[in-house]
């Protein structure tokens, strides 16, 4: 099985940065794409981001585009998910997630995704 951990998370003041990591190990299956998704309180789990482990494909919620970075890093099996000008709307628990897929769609299936981290809070405070 392949093992997330995820770590960066934090409070923060709206408009601030912060920058996610996701540490992968062990084996189970190839990893072809890796993904961020958030949960916040009373609400359901929502896609935020994922980035194919192959090449430069990238996909972002509409609401984090433009402000939200994922990017990779091959060598360290790792993965970042870079936030800036944060607003009070993404507070949540943050998880990396693992997919087999090489081709997913739509991009934020969950489904994928058969590996996941623990999670990683992050609050934004207006």
């Known amino acids: 099985q392949v093992q997330l951990v995820e770590s960066g998370g934090g409070s923060v003041q709206a408009g601030g940065s912060l920058k996610l990591s996701c540490a992968t190990s062990g084996r189970g299956f190839s990893v072809n794409h890796m993904g961020w998704f958030r949960q916040a309180p009373g609400k359901e789990r929502e896609f935020v981001s994922s980035i194919a482990w192959r090449n430069a494909n990238a996909d972002y919620l509409d609401s984090v585009r433009g402000r939200f970075t994922i990017s990779k890093d091959i060598a360290k099996g790792t993965v970042y998910l870079q936030m800036s000008s944060l607003k009070s709307e993404d507070t949540a628990v943050y998880y990396c997630?693992?997919?087999?897929?090489?081709?997913?769609?739509?991009?934020?299936?969950?489904?994928?995704?058969?590996?996941w981290g623990q999670g990683t809070q992050v609050t934004v405070s207006s």
């Open positions: 997630a693992a997919s087999p897929s090489v081709g997913i769609w739509p991009p934020s299936r969950a489904s994928a995704f058969i590996s």
